[in-house]
């Protein structure tokens, strides 16, 4: 079966010259959810509207549903549901006629009290968008993304406002959304997100792709971390050879030294085996497996760096 | 009623969902209720003594025809033009244009149901203003209310679309206030509206002829009074096409569906 969402050598270029989206490739397989993270500014917003339809791109090419999601709008339309990083509701309507007034205008809409109740809405039916609290919002404009149970959910900065129990409230909603079989594009800056939520991932970086992959491999193409004190009269050279035990990198501060290598487990073996036979106390010991957190902001300053 | 409709929506559906949303919120906005259905009748009744003091003899026109066709001129401006390009404004800051983009409503669905309910209400007041003027002014039943109802329809389609390219140079609700002028004063004074062409020295008239609303308010006077022979027709026809034309260039080039950032 092909692939729900394929992006291939995207481009997206503003009227001002900015390039904001520099030749992306990426798929996503039908219930998969996949998201993109990123800082702002990364591209992740350039690259969803693109997705949406909302604008054609510069270069390259994106199928939804195996369809232009620009030009042939109409076989994608139905099928596709959308929340803006900031919903674009009238302020002066409540929130049932928000809603109705969305389901009169999308094929196969959920009756709106059902919509609401998926949220959290229900109560506040009667309330006007303005009188609406910012996480309050988020979930309307998710009640109106699931109004028509759609095949494709895109979904930009779902969590953004919320608070804590919103936050998981939402990951929640959209876990079982992917149960259900829904595809989901996610776009976050938030790590623990990506990391609660998605089975593969991109990371942007100044409209490219710096990583991508299921998080694991994402975190896994990431050096682990060893960092201890040496004590008084030791120096690097008595430890063992540091090449076989994965070591790809060190330094050294005063007596702290930190390793980092791409085999944490034989590496923090062989120096324990080491230190116990040669009856050295290692303080402040830390051994620290990569994290996503740490592949994202290993990332942005090797970005940096090359600058 | 029910919304579980499984079925496909359609255009007209569609826009009417967009069209019922339209008119709540402009039955919420009391400074635009006021413009839409206050303002017309208060200017028509404010001109109406400087009318009844014109020399009109010579035209072969009548107070009430000279006032009719400018009364609805004022609905034309104010409930359609002046009130949408505030609608268009609004909406795109508020992202609402951005996110009705995002589903099945195409671009000109957007626009033309955000107009319906001004159209709509712009249409009864002008029958209501008609009958009025008919009844306060005694005038005789028009002689060819087609051309009449012509110029009702081209005028409203031209303010739809006049008023979407004027949102599209236009940044906020209060820039709204000001980006209406140069159409509403320039109708007022060239249009006929206040001042009949037939009344205005040729040099003069020929080139107010040319103005966007005069076409309208030409066929709607000439409605009443069945003056207008084909020739003209066929030119303020033209004119009122060429401008509509002008305007949706204007807006599929210009048209901005999300706030500057």
């Known amino acids: ?307 | 009623m029910s919304t579980t409709t499984a079925a496909a929506g359609t255009p007209a559906s569609r826009m009417k969902a967009l069209a019922r949303a339209e008119l709540t919120l402009l039955g919420r906005n009391k400074a635009a209720m006021f413009t839409a259905l206050v303002l017309p009748a208060m200017l028509t009744f404010s001109m109406s003594s400087a009318v009844g003091g014109m020399d009109l003899e010579e035209s072969g026109l009548t107070v009430g025809t000279v006032l009719l066709p400018g009364s609805l001129g004022y609905v034309l401006l104010f409930a359609v033009y002046s009130a949408l390009v505030g609608v268009f404004v609004v909406r795109r800051e508020e992202l609402v244009l951005k996110r009705l983009r995002t589903g099945e409503l195409r671009d000109r669905e957007i626009l033309a149901g955000a107009a319906l309910p001004a159209v709509a209400l712009a249409f009864v007041q002008c029958v209501l203003l008609a009958a009025g003027c008919t009844v306060v002014l005694d005038m005789a039943a028009p002689r060819a209310v087609w051309l009449a109802v012509a110029g009702l329809l081209l005028g409203a389609a031209l303010m739809c679309v006049l008023a979407a390219a004027t949102a599209a140079f236009t940044r906020s609700a209060e820039g709204a206030q000001i980006s209406v002028m140069p159409m509403l004063l320039l109708s007022m004074v060239g249009s006929g509206m206040v001042v009949p062409l037939d009344v205005m020295p040729d040099m003069m008239a020929s080139v107010c002829e040319l103005l966007p609303l005069s076409p309208a308010i030409a066929l709607i006077r000439g409605g009443w009074t069945g003056a207008l022979d084909t020739g003209e027709l066929l030119g303020h026809l033209g004119t009122a096409v060429a401008w509509t034309l002008l305007g949706v260039f204007a807006v599929r080039k210009w048209f901005r569906w999300e706030p500057r950032r």
């Open chain 1, 1 to 307: 079966m092909p692939d729900v969402i394929e992006v291939e050598e995207l481009r997206r270029t503003y009227a001002g010259g900015f390039e904001a989206v520099r030749g992306i490739s990426f798929s996503v397989a039908r219930g998969e959810l996949f998201a993109l993270l990123g800082t702002n500014g990364a591209g992740k917003t350039s690259t969803v509207e693109l997705l949406e339809g909302l604008a054609p791109p510069s270069a390259g090419s994106v199928r939804v549903l195996g369809h232009d999601p620009y030009t042939e709008r109409a076989a994608v339309r139905p099928r596709t549901g959308v929340m803006l990083q900031e919903g674009g509701f009238p302020s002066e309507l409540t929130v049932a006629e928000t809603v109705r007034m969305w389901a009169g205008c999308t094929s196969g809409a959920r009756p709106v009290g059902e919509a609401l109740e998926l949220v959290g809405l229900a109560r506040r039916a009667d309330v006007r968008v303005k009188q609406l609290s910012g996480g309050e919002k988020r979930r309307l404009d998710l009640a109106l993304a699931l109004l028509a149970r759609p095949e494709v959910l895109f979904l930009d900065e779902p969590t953004t406002g919320l608070d804590a129990e919103g936050r998981h409230t939402t990951w929640e909603l959209v876990r079982e959304l992917r149960d259900a079989g829904t595809t989901v594009l996610l776009t976050t800056h938030y790590l623990e997100e990506a990391e609660a939520l998605a089975e593969r991932l991109a990371i942007l970086h100044e409209g490219r792709i710096a990583a991508a992959g299921r998080v694991d491999e994402v975190v896994a193409a990431q050096p682990s971390h060893l960092s201890f004190d040496l004590p008084e009269g030791y120096h690097l050279g008595d430890l063992p050879p540091l090449g076989p035990l994965g070591v790809t990198s060190h330094e050294t501060e005063g007596r702290t030294v930190r390793l980092k290598t791409t085999a944490l487990q034989h590496a923090a073996t062989e120096l324990l085996l080491w230190a116990r036979d040669g009856r050295v106390e290692l303080r402040g010991l830390d051994i620290r497996a990569a994290s996503l957190e740490e592949a994202f902001l290993h990332i942005a300053r090797e970005q940096e760096s090359t600058r």
